[in-house]
Each structure stands twice: as structure tokens, then as C-alpha cells.
């Protein structure tokens, strides 16, 4: 992995990033956490990580936070994300990513040695891609990936947050693999290109949530949708609409690049 320049390991680091979510982002965490040009997550899965500090001190100072006891515990579980615990929408929601899903990684790659491999994807997914691995589709080479080099800018964008920081948004994140389960020559070498990409690029990579976030674009923890070509019945992502969806002004001035002249 290459280094990233200005960016600062260890414990105490870990702390005041903390300190600095919980007093300036968490409050804003349900609004703005979709929002890559002023996003309001903690930027913590780094030193997560690398073990710089643990999920249970965060969770322990979240709920110091909210004020939270035991008793402000819902009754009923509902199965919704929010409510359970009893305090604001923020709070919960960030919860619901650190404890939930994190640990839905973390088990899944406990149980399943495979977890790092398509034959761990559900066999809808598995039945589904195969059935679309020969459809035409637009295609890239590793390396015109790896270098941030396609038709889509906002794609673009985010590879080069990625080399640059060492750290992809969230949402963008999710596109960013869904497009490269596009453009890559078939469903296996996808998801291959996503781990090669990640692993080498991203500080929080190599990572039992690497796999949870790179085979959730090929169908895992996810249902089934309406069928279309490539994709099969796997959720289907595009730039347009995410264009359409969040504010990205601010994101492309910052990691865009002239040279591209489209969505798609
Ligand atoms: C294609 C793809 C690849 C991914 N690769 C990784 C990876 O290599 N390492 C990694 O830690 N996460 C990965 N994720 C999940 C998610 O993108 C990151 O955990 C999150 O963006 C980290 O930013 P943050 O610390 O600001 O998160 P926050 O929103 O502040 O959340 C706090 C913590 O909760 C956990 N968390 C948040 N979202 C998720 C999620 N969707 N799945 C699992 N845990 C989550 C993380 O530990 C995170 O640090 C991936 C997702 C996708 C779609």
C-alpha cells in the first residue's frame, strides 16, 4: 500500500478523530452521512483497522453521549434499525453501522472460510451473474481502472479519493464497485479487480469488511431485484442518478479531473 502523505496512525490520533465526530458530525450522522463533498462519518475504519481503536470505545462514547442507560431500551425488537436503542436518529444510526454491520463482517467471515470468494455470494447471485457473465458490456483493463481513467467522472472522482487519501465515501463506495462489476469482463474478474483495488489502495483494506462491502455489490446481504442486462437480478447502481441524488460540486472540485465527458 502506498503511503498517504499527511495522514498520521496511532492511538492518540485515533482519539481526537473521535473527539471530533462526536462534537462537530454526529449530530448531522442520518442527514449528512450520504454526503461525499461534506460528509459527516467519522473516517474512523482506518485505525479501526489496524486496531489504533476499538469498536467497543466507540460505541461505550457514542452512548455517553446520547445519554443513554439501559433502561431507554426498547421493549419490542422490531427489526427496524432505528428505535432499539432508545435515543436520536443520529446516534442510532451510527450504531446500527458500527455494531451491525461491522459485526455481520466479522461473523460471516468467522463462519464461512470461503467469505473472500464468489462461491460465498447466495445462490440467487451466484445463478443470476452467471447468467449475464457473457452479456456485452463497456469494457476497461485493470490498469485503466487503477489509474482512474473512464468515461465517468464521478467514478473517477472517487478511484482518486481512493489513491490520493487512502479512503473512498461511503456511497460513492458502493458505486465504485458496482461500475466495476460493470466494466470488468465478467462477474469473477470483478470481484477480483474490487479486492486487488482495495486491498492495495485503501487503508482500511484487507479487512474482514472488505468482503462484506465487496461481495454486498455482488448480491451478499442484499435481495434480489428486477432483472436487467450485466447485472441480472444483483441491486444496480449509476452515476446519473447519484448525480441526481447527492450534491457532488464540492467532490468533483476536489478529486475530478478534466479529461472525461460523462456519466452513463
Ligand atoms: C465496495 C466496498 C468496499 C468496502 N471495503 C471496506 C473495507 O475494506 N474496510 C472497511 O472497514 N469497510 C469497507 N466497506 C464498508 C464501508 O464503506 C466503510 O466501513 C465506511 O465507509 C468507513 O467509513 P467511516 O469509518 O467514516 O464509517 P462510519 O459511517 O463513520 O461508520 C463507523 C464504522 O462502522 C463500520 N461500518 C460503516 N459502514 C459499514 C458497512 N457498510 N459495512 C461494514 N461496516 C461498516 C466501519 O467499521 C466504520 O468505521 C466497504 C464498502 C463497499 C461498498
Known amino acids: 500500500m502506498p503511503p498517504v502523505l499527511g495522514c498520521r496512525g496511532g492511538t492518540f490520533e485515533a482519539g481526537r478523530l473521535l473527539d471530533a465526530f462526536i462534537h462537530q458530525r454526529l449530530a448531522n450522522y442520518v442527514e449528512g452521512r450520504n454526503n461525499p463533498s461534506n460528509p459527516m462519518t467519522s473516517r474512523l475504519s482506518p485505525w479501526l483497522h489496524f486496531g489504533h481503536i476499538s469498536s467497543l470505545e466507540v460505541v461505550h462514547r457514542v452512548l455517553q453521549d ?6 431507554m431500551t426498547g421493549e419490542k425488537v422490531t ?7 432508545g435515543i436520536d436518529e443520529s446516534h442510532e444510526a451510527f450504531l446500527d453501522q458500527i455494531i451491525t454491520w461491522r459485526d455481520l463482517g466479522f461473523h460471516f467471515a468467522h463462519h464461512r472460510p470461503d467469505h473472500a470468494t464468489f462461491t460465498s455470494l447466495p445462490e440467487w447471485a451466484q445463478a443470476t451473474l452467471s ?8 469494457s ?5 481502472l487503477e489509474e482512474g481513467n473512464t468515461h465517468d467522472e464521478i467514478w473517477n472522482a472517487a478511484q482518486q479519493e481512493l489513491r490520493e487519501t487512502g479512503i473512498i465515501h461511503n456511497y460513492l463506495r458502493m458505486l465504485w464497485g458496482k461500475r466495476i462489476l460493470e466494466w470488468a469482463p465478467d462477474p469473477l474478474t470483478a470481484s477480483d479487480w474490487m479486492v486487488r483495488l482495495n486491498d492495495r489502495w485503501a487503508l482500511d483494506g484487507r479487512d474482514p469488511n472488505s468482503y462484506t462491502g465487496i461481495f454486498w ?26 448525480a441526481r441524488k447527492l450534491d457532488l460540486t464540492r467532490y468533483l472540485a476536489q478529486f475530478g479531473t478534466k479529461r472525461n465527458d460523462g456519466l452513463a
Open 131 to 138: 447468467d449475464h457473465a457473457n452479456d456485452p458490456r463497456p
Open 217 to 242: 455489490v455482488l448480491g451478499r446481504h442484499d435481495r434480489a431485484w428486477g432483472e436487467r442486462p450485466v447485472f441480472g437480478k444483483v441491486r444496480f447502481m449509476s452515476s446519473m442518478n447519484t
Open 140 to 144: 476497461y483493463t485493470f490498469q485503466e
Open 79 to 85: 427489526g427496524s434499525r432505528n428505535g432499539w436503542w
Open 66 to 71: 446520547a445519554s443513554w442507560d439501559p433502561s
